[in-house]
């Protein structure tokens, strides 16, 4: 699936892009807005988000295999 993405960022753009959506991705889910069955409404949205996240990090680590290297010592 991710072989479909071109990277045309710098890596350090890239590494900088993914440090922002981790971060926002932590704060949507994990510390604020979790999927709450009462507003069934921005499902789409929610599942939108973690696609976009789930590709661009599997391409990130696709192109920068070091830093999945890196991630698993943390």
Same mark, same amino acid.
């Given at each position: 699936?991710? +072989? $479909? @993405?071109? *990277?045309? !960022?710098?890596? @350090?753009?890239? $590494?900088? !892009? *993914? @440090?922002? *959506? $981790?971060?926002? @991705? /932590?704060?949507?889910? =994990?510390?604020?807005?979790?999927? #709450?069955? +009462? #507003?069934? /409404?921005?499902?789409?949205?929610?599942?939108? &988000? !973690?696609?976009? =996240?789930? +590709?661009? %990090?599997?391409?990130?680590? #696709? &192109?920068?295999?070091? /830093? +999945?290297? $890196? /991630? &698993?010592? %943390?």
């Amino acid at each position: 699936m991710a +072989k $479909n @993405i071109s *990277l045309d !960022l710098s890596p @350090i753009e890239a $590494n900088a !892009l *993914l @440090i922002m *959506l $981790n971060e926002a @991705i /932590e704060m949507h889910f =994990y510390y604020g807005n979790s999927f #709450d069955h +009462k #507003d069934w /409404e921005h499902f789409d949205l929610d599942a939108a &988000r !973690l696609t976009a =996240y789930h +590709k661009f %990090r599997t391409a990130y680590q #696709d &192109r920068y295999p070091e /830093e +999945k290297a $890196n /991630e &698993r010592t %943390r």
